[in-house]
C-alpha cells in the first residue's frame, strides 16, 4: 500500500512529539527545533505562499538556499500547499541559478530575504490547502548536474517520494534516533536524508550538515560523532 502523504506524516509526527528535536543545524552555532516550533513555521509559510502571491496547485518554487532548516521549512510548506519544490544550490554559477529558474517556469525564487520577510508577516486568514495527493501530483523538481549538455529537470511524484521516505525510515529508524542530512541541497538524496526522520511513525531528529560540509571528510566525521548521528 501507499505511505500517507509526506505533509500528513509530518503533521502526524508533530502531533505524538511536539516537544522533541526535529531537526538540528550543525554548523559552528548548533541550532535546533522542535516538532511543534516547525510545524507552526511550515504552516504560516504554507498559508502565505498561497495567500499572499496566489501561486495555484502545482506552481514550481525555486528555492535557494543552502541545506538548511530553512530550506527544511520550504521543503514542508511546499509538500503542504501542493507546491513542487525546486531547490538551488547558492553555490551554483548565476548563469546555472538563471537557467534553472528559468527552464523550470518558476512561479517564485525563495532566498533567506524573501523567506525572512514572509515569516516577519502576521499569518493570513485563509484556510490550508490541503495536497491533492494524486498519483500525478508532484513534489519536487530535480536537475541534473549536466555533464552531457545543459541540465534536464527531472520531476519526482508525491507518490513516490512518500513511498520512498517511508521505506528508507522503516529500514533505518529503531537502531538509532539521529540521522545526518549530508548530500548537497541540489540533488534528491537530500529529500530523503532530511524527510524520514521527521515523517516516521517513530519521530526521529534530522541532523544537517553545515552547507559545504559534503566536501570535508573530517568535519562529516566530527559531526558524525559530536551529534551522534547515523
Known amino acids: 500500500p501507499d505511505a500517507p502523504l509526506l505533509a500528513n506524516a509530518f503533521a502526524s509526527a508533530a502531533a505524538q ?9 550543525a554548523d559552528e552555532s548548533v541550532l535546533h527545533i522542535s516538532f511543534a516550533t516547525l510545524h507552526t513555521t511550515v504552516s504560516h509559510l504554507a498559508r502565505s505562499l498561497h495567500a499572499v502571491f496566489g ?8 528555492v535557494v538556499l543552502p541545506r538548511s532548516i530553512e530550506a527544511l521549512v520550504v521543503l514542508l510548506a511546499c509538500l503542504a500547499g501542493d ?3 525546486l531547490p538551488i544550490d547558492p553555490s551554483y554559477p548565476t548563469d546555472r541559478r538563471e537557467f534553472m529558474i ?3 517556469g518558476a512561479a517564485l525564487a525563495v532566498d ?10 502576521p ?4 484556510p490550508p490547502r490541503v495536497p491533492l495527493g494524486a498519483q500525478r501530483s508532484q513534489a519536487a523538481l530535480i536537475y541534473t548536474s549536466g ?20 521505506w528508507m525510515a522503516d529500514e533505518t529508524i529503531g537502531t538509532s534516533s539521529r540521522f545526518l542530512a549530508s548530500t548537497s541541497i541540489g540533488f534528491d538524496i537530500i529529500l530523503w536524508e532530511m524527510l524520514h526522520p521527521i515523517t516516521s511513525t517513530r519521530p526521529s531528529t534530522a541532523v544537517l ?12 566525521l566530527d559531526t558524525l560523532v559530536r551529534q551522534q548521528t547515523e
Open 17 to 25: 512529539t511536539p516537544d522533541a528535536v526535529a531537526c538540528v543545524a
Open 55 to 62: 501561486l495555484p496547485p502545482q506552481s514550481v518554487v525555486a
Open 83 to 85: 507546491l513542487v519544490f
Open 102 to 104: 528559468s527552464d523550470s
Open 112 to 121: 533567506h530575504s524573501l523567506l525572512n520577510g514572509i515569516l516577519a508577516r
Open 123 to 126: 499569518v493570513p486568514n485563509a
Open 147 to 166: 555533464s552531457t549538455g545543459r541540465p534536464k529537470g527531472v520531476m519526482v511524484t508525491a507518490r513516490g517520494l512518500a513511498n520512498r521516505v517511508a
Open 209 to 220: 550538515l553545515k552547507a559545504g560540509g559534503e566536501r570535508d571528510p573530517a568535519r562529516i
